[in-house]
């Protein structure tokens, strides 16, 4: 099942369609405030509820909205236990909105670094905005691209260097290559031959697939 978890950073007009092919979709907070201005409700609001106008929670739990509330004073950000939360409700994809944009830089980056979470490793979570997705790649396994030609692809390391990287369709191919913490090595590469695959032996990748056309992945 497809979740979709929608937190409080901007949307992309494109954005909306993820939404028509969700199980569930879960707000984090005051993705609530995003999905009302698109004329919907959430299956379930999840936070401390610091960044969502009291009416309109009342407004969601009387439609029949399950909310959950957390305190404030927490260890986790609202996306976060969105997330886990949509685990929780059998989630086989979760697709993650509004994770950028925004007046708060640290929560954009919080919600990019989520995904690299070890513990979801093997998972199928990806961020989404517009016409592009990040998704992470742990070592020891592969991750098939979903581009068409000449979409753009990153590669970036998180938590330290990425080792054997290896790439097939890509148009500057990678084989076995180091891709070092903090440098732009795996900046901007392309599809070439579709589909296009990545491979990793040790560390974690984000990668980032922009399509120049059409909608995203």
Do not use: C, Y
Not at 48 to 59: A, G
Not at 193 to 208: D, I, K, N, Q
């Amino acid at each position: 099942m497809k979740v979709v978890v929608v937190a409080s950073g901007d949307l992309d007009p494109m954005d909306s369609a993820w939404l028509d092919r969700a199980g569930l979709v879960f707000a984090a907070d005051g993705g609530a405030r995003s999905l009302e201005r698109l004329g919907r409700r959430p299956d379930r609001l999840i936070g401390d509820l610091d960044s969502v106008e009291p009416s309109l929670v009342d407004r969601i739990a009387d439609a029949g909205v399950v909310v959950e509330h957390h305190p404030a004073d927490k260890e986790a950000s609202d996306t976060e236990l969105a997330v886990e939360a949509a685990w929780a409700a059998g989630a086989t994809e979760v697709v993650l909105l509004g994770a950028f944009g925004g007046s708060r830089v640290d929560h954009g980056l919080a919600n990019v670094l989520l995904l690299a979470d070890p513990a979801l490793a093997g998972r199928d979570l990806r961020a989404v905005r517009g016409k592009t997705q990040v998704r992470a790649l742990h070592g020891g396994s592969s991750l098939d691209l979903g581009g068409a030609v000449h979409d753009v692809v990153t590669l970036l390391p998180v938590g330290g260097d990425a080792a054997g990287v290896t790439t097939d369709g890509l148009r500057w191919p990678l084989e076995g290559a180091l891709l070092r913490m903090g440098r732009s090595r795996g900046l901007s590469n392309e599809v070439a031959r579709a589909p296009a695959s990545v491979h990793l032996e040790r560390g974690t990748l984000l990668v980032v697939e922009t399509a120049l056309r059409g909608e995203g992945t």
